[in-house]
Structures are given as C-alpha cells and as structure tokens.
C-alpha cells in the first residue's frame, strides 16, 4: 500500500468536510463556470479559526479567505476543502501556495478538481511540500455538489437538468392541454431553487405559446446583484423565437 493511498480519517474529519460542503454551497447560483467551494480552517486543537467560500465575483478563493481569517492561527492545522485546491496561476495565484504557507500539516479534500489545469497537481503539490493529503471522504457528496462543474469540464457541454410537472399516471398534460397547476407549493418552491441554481432556462415554444410562463427567480434581485443572472431561452421546432404575448 502507497503512504498516500490510506490517510487515516475520523468521525470529526468527516463534521468538518460536511462543513466545508455546506460553505461552498453558498455559492450556488454565482460561481458559475466555476466550481462550488468552501474551507474550513482547524487548529492543532481542533477548533474552528478560518471559514470561507467562493463567490465568483470575489477575486479571493475560499482557501484564501479562510487562510486569511485564521491567520497564524493555522499553523499545525488542518484544511478542510470541499475540491481540490488549484496549483497553478491564472486569476488568483495558486491556493496550494497559500495553504503551504500558512504551516497547515494536513488536507482534506473529498474529490480531484477535474479542470485538466488542476486535476491532481494540486494535491501533489501539497504532498511534495510534506502536508498530508486525505482525499476519500465524503466522495459522492463532493461530486454531487459539483455534478454540473465536472460535466461541463469534462464534456464541454453544458449541465441540463429536466424539470416536468408530471401526474401519478406519469403524463404532463391532458388531451385537451389543461394541465395548470398541478403541483403544490412545495414543488414551485423547489423550482425557484432550480432557477436560481441553473445559468439559464429553457422552454418549448408550445409551452410559450400555451402558457407563456413567467420564467423569473425570486432571488432575480441577488442574481442581479451578482451580474449573473438567469437568462431565458426560447425554443421551438426551428429555434426561433416563438411570437410573444403582450408588448
Ligand atoms: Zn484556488
């Protein structure tokens, strides 16, 4: 067995990964094309003394502006980082530097940053400079948080997620096209959610025809805020774009 292949972990290893998954998730609906991630900073005494998460519109990454928080007090200590950290310089200098820095001793990190510039230089980099690297801990809920990320990187397509209103007998209309409202508010809720999470939206012509739905976020106003926003997109059989009602 590799010395890196077995690091040991524990139960609070595991709290403090689910720490930094919970961080990075703040970031949904604002890093895009970036991935989600958050740091946990942890003392030799196992205390919390860094936090932070990635916005994009913020230069700083969230290994940095935990770094930051924790100051000296890093030192000895333990990062706790939802994806790999990134080695190389492009608009920020490399997180791997700042961790090395900082006299951290040990990473943890559920998953490799799939971006061929990242994947597996950043832990190595961490490992030539004598820290102690974890990367088997909470895998599926690392890549899950970053499922639409590392489909992009890796495919160059983009992320679709399909939404559909269906019925027990698994229609999403009737012959008559009458199919309004049939979910409650727990469901369009959660498509709210969807819509904030997702960099654009797209729709049939029919539905535009038939329904012409709203197709706002209600977190438009922090999208905004952010400059990114969900945009609309309108499809019909021959990609144009459907007559709109109103002006
Ligand atoms: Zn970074």
Known sequence: MSPESKVQTTEFDELMTRRALELAARGIGQVSPGPLVGT???????????????????????ETLALEQAGERARGGTAYVSLEPHAHQGRTAPC???????????????????NPKVSG???????????????????????????????????????????????LDGKIATRTGDSRWITGEQARARVHDLRHQYDAIMVGGGTVRADDPLLRCVEDRLCASLSISACEFLRNRNLHKPRMKGP
């Open 40 to 62: 946990v900073i942890v003392n030799a005494r196992r205390e919390i003394v860094g936090e932070g998460f990635y916005l994009y519109d913020q230069t700083k990454h969230a």
């Open 96 to 114: 791997t530097d700042a961790l090395i820095k900082s006299g951290i001793k040990r990473v943890v990190a559920p998953i490799e940053d799939p």
């Open 121 to 167: 230089r950043g832990f190595a980099h961490l490992r030539a400079a004598g820290i102690e690297v974890c990367s088997d801990l909470l895998i599926d809920e690392g890549a899950r948080l970053n499922e639409a990320y590392i489909h992009y990187v890796r495919t160059g397509r983009p992320f679709v997620h399909l939404k559909l209103a269906v019925s």
